[in-house]
């Protein structure tokens, strides 16, 4: 099976699509939704139509009278967008307060529920229950952006503590001594 190319203009239509900026009858009106101006003074709305018949052919999109919808393809190249974007800073001194996230989404969203998880994961928190993360580091307004970017603000909660039952294990996990 070939590597799916996506390049970085396609990227961005694909995170505007996602977060619903986008309508077909945008793209042949007058009112152009203003994300894309500076790609229109660029290279132009043809080039645009373009990207986003290369973005159908290769099954990212689907384009349905006066709506574009990602595909289950599109959705997990957004994801792996999301993921690539977010980014927790490690840097500084630890502050002795634990983070601690907490989610409960319900099954039909599972998908957004498991990429959540993936970022946790690949961002260094720490499970301690089943849908109860830790960090040591300063997330909130991170976690409040990419749960924005979900659709999961209601169903995350970011906590903070000074005391955890397991903190010495997790001051060893987190090399905070």
Request: glycine share 6%.
């Amino acid at each position: 099976m070939r590597r799916l190319k996506i390049g970085i203009n396609e990227k961005e239509i694909i995170e505007y699509i996602g977060i619903g900026f986008i309508l077909v009858a945008a793209l042949t009106s007058t009112n152009f939704p203003r994300v894309f101006i500076p790609l229109v003074k660029k290279r132009g709305i043809k080039w645009i139509k373009k990207l986003f018949k290369q973005l159908e052919e290769k099954r990212v999109i689907y384009l349905s009278g006066e709506k574009v919808k990602l595909t289950k393809k599109g959705r997990e190249i957004l994801d792996k967008i999301y993921l690539s974007k977010f980014k927790i800073d490690k840097t500084g001194k630890w502050d002795g307060l634990w983070r601690l996230v907490s989610y409960d989404v319900p099954e039909i969203y599972k998908h957004s529920r498991n990429t959540f998880r993936r970022v946790l994961e690949n961002n260094g928190f720490r499970q301690i229950h089943k849908s109860l993360w830790v960090s040591p580091f300063d997330c909130k307004e991170e976690v409040a952006v990419f749960c924005k970017n979900l659709n999961m603000t209601k169903n995350v909660i970011v906590m903070m503590t000074d005391h955890l039952p397991n903190q010495e294990e997790m001051i060893e996990h987190f090399n905070l001594k």
